[in-house]
């Protein structure tokens, strides 16, 4: 092989390295060395959980009573029947009459005029009594009945707009199943981080609260309303700031529910989710971007180097030295993060991630998604 071609190819292995280690270092550190919230908090401040469902009866059956009686002193809890044409109204008039905190907002769609999800959260928003409004969906159930106390708490700090949580998927024997897991901790590693590091740029809509002042600020989801994801990011990427956002990690905040169990489904989910990253602030989208590429492009140029022997002994050390750091790093935070097992796929799984990331993200970006459930 040519000289120029092997210098080539060891200076792009040792560029994205550097890459991968910045971020490690300098990102993803913050958070492995962040500590959660450990006692159980007082509680602190009036509470409106809200949650949008289109044709969830089964989910509003096993899941809404783990939010109705969360161990909280004072909140309330509004689900938009969102043009649900299955039993949701019938099951949630059942639960009103047993829980009187709950409150029902009913949405009908129009024949001509189809609304999305936003619309749905925007009516939640207005019919919220409280200031401080928390969201999940009708497919997640909280850790513990402490949800509401942990995620709420952090809003005793003044300068405090913003609370980004947790949700992972249960586990089950698969690797689909670990794969999605695997993306979904790599995801909040990413974005809570960020936010250690007062660069918060998105969060999840299972898990998350912000106040009804910033949500009515900032005209709500008026700016992308015709995007029909990004109620939880976009909002998050245009209204976060390095002082009002804040992070809750303890494991009883943490909001679960399960994953897709088909490519098909998944496929579906992605497609919808990775869309609306091209609408991310600039900055956000290039920190993204040289994660993703560098990731993506370390074990190629890993295995060219190998196989056209450039300096194999080296590129081994530097990708053995990868590895270790990563190890260091995401220790504390898998287990933070309750995914410590995860920890042992890291050689695998790591290579599976960031092509799945780059295939997804590239389809979010070509093709368009029409409607949010």
Known sequence: MELYIRLALLGLFLLTFIVQL??????????????PTAELPEPSVPVSVIISARNE???LSENLPAILEQDYPDFEVIVVNDCSTDDSETILTAFKQQYPHLKIVTKTEHVRFKTGKKFALTLGIK???????????????????????????????????????????????NFLNSLIRFETLKTAISYLSAALNNNAYMGIGRNLAYTKTLFFASKGFASHMHVISGDDDLFINQNATASNTAIEINPDAFVYTSAKTTFGGLFRQKKRHMGVGKLYKGKHRRMLSFDALSGLLFYPLFIACIVFNVEPLWVLGVFIMRLITQVVVYKNI??????????WYLPLIDFVYYIYISVFGLIGTLIKTKQWK
């Open 334 to 343: 898998f287990k933070k993060l309750a995914a410590a097992a995860q920890l």
């Open 127 to 173: 019919a919220a009594a409280n200031e401080y409004l928390l969201f999940t969906d009708a497919d997640c159930i909280p850790a513990s009945k402490n949800w509401i106390t942990y995620m709420a708490a952090q809003f005793t700090h003044p300068k405090t707009q913003i609370v980004l949580g947790y949700s992972p998927y249960f586990e089950t024997k």
């Open 57 to 59: 009866e089964k989910n």
């Open 22 to 35: 910045y971020y490690l270092v300098t990102q993803h550190r913050s958070l492995s060395t962040y500590q």
